[in-house]
């Protein structure tokens, strides 16, 4: 049994779907990788988001798996899904019927493509929440979409009940810290390596794509960091930013499916047009992966 996210903190995990060699959905992967962040304590995943390569799923592949991911967590964990496209129809179809597979939450991100106007982009997340009555996770993310919402926009956003939290990406600190100072729903940090900053500064928790490799220790970072414990939340981001880091040199989530290879975890390809990191950029992440000294004996 699913059950309705409230009051989201902590860490999610933004899981990578894995793929057989020939493009396939690995279903047994896919249960191998929830049943690790289930046994890592992480407080809930994410399905078919960004990280889940969802431009290049099928329908019929989201809905198998949510629903291994529901029967996976059983009820104890949250279960996000990515549901955001830029048709507000579309999005709302999309809601509804993840609802009825048993989602907990639905992450949004703001409308891509058409370059909605802020009042375009209220009435998208307001015709949603009315038309669903469903705990929707609001994904500001502008150098993926092309519109950044603004806060005036967050506030009114804000005030719906089904809106419980906002999953940012922000450009500099100045306008995360803008943010947290202005608002009352929860705020997530949508790129690792503004968790710190994030969390210190007054952010409820973060949705994470480096947690698919190394929950545990991004686990650490975040219970730190929201309880305050500053040199210690230092000492894990220290551990994990050099890995953060690699994350970029090439488009999401085209690392962290590497990285996971290289450990033997499943992963697999990813699809079209996502392609393999160069020759250089892999013996770059491998020598970034070697920094996390409990993953050293994998490479020697």
Known sequence: MSYYLENPRGLYTALITPFQTGGE??????????????ASGVQGIVVFGTTGEAPTLTEEEKTRILQIAVEECQGSLPVIVGAGCNSTKKTIDRVNRYKAYGASAALVATPYYNLPSQEGMFLHFSSIA????????????????GVDLIINTILRLSALPEVIA????PSSYPALS?????????????????????????????????SNLCPDTMLLLVEFALKKRVHAAKKA???????MKAMGIAANPIVI???????????????????????EQDQFLVKQLKKLDYLWNVFV
Not at 25 to 38: P, W
Not at 237 to 243: A, E, I, Q
Not at 258 to 268: E, I, K, V, Y
Request: with cysteine; aromatic share 10%.
């Open 237 to 243: 981001y220290d551990r994990l930013f050099p890995v």
């Open 130 to 145: 009315k038309e669903t009555n469903f705990p929707l996770i609001i994904y500001n993310v502008p150098k993926r979409t």
């Open 166 to 169: 906002i999953k940012e990406c």
């Open 25 to 38: 959905l690995d279903e047994e992967g896919l249960r191998y990788n929830i049943a690790q962040q289930k």
């Open 257 to 279: 499916k590497a990285a996971m290879n290289h450990l033997s975890m499943p992963a697999g390809p990813c699809r079209l047009p996502l392609n393999p990191l160069s020759r």
């Open 178 to 210: 803008d943010l947290l100072f202005h608002t009352t729903v929860p705020i997530f940090s949508g790129d690792d390596p503004w968790t710190y900053p994030c969390l210190l500064s007054g952010g409820s928790g973060a949705i994470s794509v480096i």
